[in-house]
């Protein structure tokens, strides 16, 4: 399995250091994530072994129970999936990041939390540019006046927006998500909000690596092209759907 794991690393990290060349930009600038949802511990630390220094998880319980079984490896974890309030506790033991802020409750229970441990941390604000229903994330138009807002905490360090984009098979399909993520990034610069930088741009996954990079992606998360398919498909692990 370590082979098969080490072969798909080498052939993201030439799709990535290609889709760079084409674009024009440096390869230092983008960044791989791991997307480890459903993958067990075992796996995810042979990509680590292999050099891979970033994962992520869009399930609380699936970052406490895999804990142990990494402690060993340097890694980072971040939190991609909706977060309920009621974990914020538990989730804030594991991760660096959350990459799934998209509403002023969780910004304001993140920060009662963080204060009363003394700390800050790293986040990322989610919008929802493919303006579906099915999915969380701020709507576009509300994004700059959140960020606003959630600037104003100052446990919360805003390094960036995420956003999971159309689910289609057709990339090009998915450019317009990414292109628009692009776009809010550069409003939110422009308005120079104290204490809020716009390095990060995480989107783009296994299928459409090469569009988000050249849209200007910083974070690309890549799990099945890595670990091979899941079960079911990508939506029933970003746990997108609004009962």
């Known amino acids: ?144 006046a959140f960020v606003g807002e959630a600037a104003k905490f100052d446990t919360l360090r805003i390094k960036g927006l995420m956003t999971i984009g159309l689910f289609d098979a057709d990339a090009e399909k998915v450019r317009p998500s990414f292109q628009l993520l692009k776009k809010l990034s550069d409003q939110i610069r422009q308005e120079g909000i104290p204490g809020v930088e716009m390095k990060e741009l995480s989107m783009g996954m296994s299928g459409d690596l090469e569009t988000a990079i050249e849209e200007g992606a910083t974070i690309i998360r890549i799990g099945t092209a890595i670990f091979g398919p899941r079960i079911y498909p990508d939506s029933y692990y970003w746990n997108e759907t609004k009962n």
Do not use: W
Not at 12 to 33: F, P, S
Not at 52 to 67: G, P, Y
Not at 107 to 129: F, M, P, S, W
């Open 1 to 144: 399995m370590n082979e098969i794991i080490k072969n798909n690393l080498s052939i993201i990290h030439q799709r990535i250091a290609h889709a760079c060349l084409k674009a024009g930009r440096d390869l230092a600038e983008v960044q791989l994530l791991l997307a480890t949802k459903t993958v067990p511990a075992e796996k995810i630390k042979q990509a680590l072994l292999l050099g891979e220094t970033l994962i992520a998880e869009n399930k609380v319980q699936e970052l406490k129970e895999k804990h142990t079984g990494l402690l060993d490896v340097p890694h980072q974890a971040h939190f991609i999936g909706h977060l309920q309030s009621n974990k914020i506790k538990e989730v804030l033991k594991y991760v660096s990041c959350i990459q799934s802020v998209d509403r002023m409750e969780l910004v304001q229970q993140l920060d009662k939390r963080l204060q009363a441990e003394g700390r800050c941390l790293d986040i990322l604000i989610q919008v929802n540019t493919s303006y579906e229903d099915s999915k969380f994330g701020l709507a576009p138009e509300n994004a700059v």
